[in-house]
């Protein structure tokens, strides 16, 4: 099983970047998937996720410091998932990862262990 995150880059304050996150070994549309960052000198945080579609319909979900501004999404036939971060700030800087969990809702690995990770992509904001 291999999770293959990519998309990560410099950029300047309000800017944009979209991160990926290819899937490989697993049925894809049978895992949630979601985005966790660890920011300098921070905890790792869950900040998106988006539900697996068999049985979730790819329900989205979003922490409110980056609701508004980051989009998530998937593309079955490329089993891939995106990161559409827009609006960015100093505070986004951190390195990125994506997660799978076979879960119900994707939020489930906000508090549980996950299945599997990433690596990570490192994203900063310069201000």
């Known amino acids: 099983v291999q999770l293959q995150a990519s998309g990560g880059g410099s950029v300047q304050a309000g800017g944009s970047l979209t991160l990926s996150c290819t899937v490989s070994?697993?049925?894809?549309?049978?895992?949630?998937i979601g985005w966790f960052r660890r920011a300098p000198g921070k905890e790792r945080e869950g900040i998106s996720c988006?539900?697996?579609?068999?049985?979730?319909?790819?329900?989205?979900h979003y922490v409110d410091s980056v609701k508004g501004r980051f989009t998530i999404s998937r593309d079955t036939a490329k089993k891939t998932v995106y990161l559409q971060m827009h609006s960015l700030k100093s505070e986004d800087t951190a390195v990125y990862y994506c997660?799978?969990?076979?879960?119900?809702?994707?939020?489930?690995?906000?508090?549980?262990?996950?299945?599997?990770w990433g690596k990570g992509t490192l994203v900063t904001v310069s201000s």
């Open positions: 988006i539900d697996n579609l068999n049985r979730r319909d790819g329900t989205t």
């Open positions: 070994g697993v049925s894809f549309d049978e895992y949630a």
């Open positions: 997660a799978a969990r076979s879960s119900w809702w994707c939020t489930d690995m906000y508090n549980y262990p996950v299945d599997y």
